[in-house]
C-alpha cells in the first residue's frame, strides 16, 4: 500500500494539472484500468481511453482555474479526499462549482478509481 504522503502528492498534483488544463499530464496519473465516475451518479468512465475522452471533452478549450480549498486528507489505505473550487471563466455558464474528489490508489502510486461530488446545488453563477 502506499503512504498517505504519496496520496497527498498524487492528489496536489491532480489538482495543479487541472488547473493547467493540462490532460496528457492528468492521465499519467492514472492507472491503465481506471475508472472516474464525475459527478457521482453519471455513467463511470473505465480505462484510460475512456477517462482520456472524459477529459478532453471537458476540459479543451476551457477558460477555467481549480483551486484547493483546504489541505489534502489521506490515509495509509490508498485512498484521500480533496476539496477544490473550480472557476468557469468563459461561457455558456461562467461561475463556480464546489468539489469534493474522492480518489483510490494502486500500490505504484496511480489513481485506480476517482468520484466527484457535485451537483446543480453546487453551481455559484459568477456575477455580472
Known amino acids: 500500500m502506499i503512504s498517505a504522503q504519496k496520496v497527498q502528492a498524487v492528489m496536489q ?6 488547473d493547467a488544463v493540462d490532460v496528457d499530464a492528468i492521465l499519467e496519473l492514472y492507472a491503465d484500468d481506471a475508472q472516474v465516475e464525475d459527478p457521482v451518479g ?3 468512465h473505465r480505462g484510460k481511453a475512456a477517462i482520456e475522452a472524459f477529459y478532453r471533452k471537458g476540459l479543451t478549450g476551457a477558460k477555467m482555474r481549480a483551486t484547493l480549498q483546504g489541505p489534502v486528507r489521506a490515509s495509509d489505505a490508498g485512498s484521500g479526499a480533496i476539496a477544490f473550487r473550480v472557476d468557469v471563466l468563459e461561457g ?3 461561475g463556480s462549482i464546489d ?3 474522492v480518489m483510490e490508489f ?3 502510486g496511480q489513481i485506480r478509481s476517482m468520484k466527484a461530488y457535485w ?5 455559484t ?3 455580472s
Open 13 to 18: 498534483q491532480y489538482i495543479e494539472r487541472v
Open 42 to 44: 453519471a455513467p463511470v
Open 92 to 94: 455558456e455558464m461562467p
Open 99 to 101: 468539489v469534493i474528489d
Open 106 to 108: 494502486n500500490e505504484k
Open 119 to 123: 451537483g446543480p446545488l453546487n453551481f
Open 125 to 127: 453563477p459568477a456575477q
